[in-house]
């Protein structure tokens, strides 16, 4: 799937994803693989970034976050961290970064 994003994070990735979904309970968990290109915060270039997470419905529960190490190109050369993502109740998914850049 390809993904667009707005605000401090500008950009498109692509994303390699995939889930076990239990609709009668509305259990499930998903693993996703993205490769970002575009801007964070002030600086250009790409990296990749992994996450996961157990949904339950109305939630989500064991996140797990990273921007792989050693990703990092352009003046995202560098870039460590994690992060994370929140759906709101329309589906909107919001997704941050906290990260660091080897000057």
């Not at 950009?11 to 609709?23: H, I, V, Y």
């Not at 490769?35 to 797990?64: C, D, K, P, V, W």
């Given at each position: 799937?390809?993904?667009?994003?707005?605000?401090?994070?500008?950009?498109?990735?692509?994303?390699?994803?995939?889930?076990?979904?239990?609709?009668?309970?509305?259990?499930?968990?998903?693993?996703?693989?993205?490769?970002?290109?575009?801007?964070?915060?002030?600086?250009?270039?790409?990296?990749?970034?992994?996450?996961?997470?157990?949904?339950?419905?109305?939630?989500?529960?064991?996140?797990?976050?990273?921007?792989?190490?050693?990703?990092?190109?352009?003046?995202?050369?560098?870039?460590?961290?994690?992060?994370?993502?929140?759906?709101?109740?329309?589906?909107?998914?919001?997704?941050w970064f906290d990260y660091d850049l080897d000057e």
């Amino acid at each position: 799937m390809d993904k667009q994003y707005e605000g401090e994070v500008v950009g498109r990735s692509a994303t390699l994803f995939t889930a076990a979904f239990d609709q009668s309970t509305g259990m499930g968990t998903y693993v996703a693989m993205e490769s970002f290109e575009g801007t964070l915060g002030a600086r250009r270039g790409a990296f990749n970034f992994a996450h996961s997470a157990r949904t339950s419905g109305e939630g989500r529960e064991n996140e797990f976050f990273v921007i792989v190490p050693g990703s990092g190109t352009g003046e995202l050369a560098g870039i460590t961290g994690s992060g994370g993502i929140a759906v709101d109740t329309d589906g909107t998914h919001r997704i941050w970064f906290d990260y660091d850049l080897d000057e």
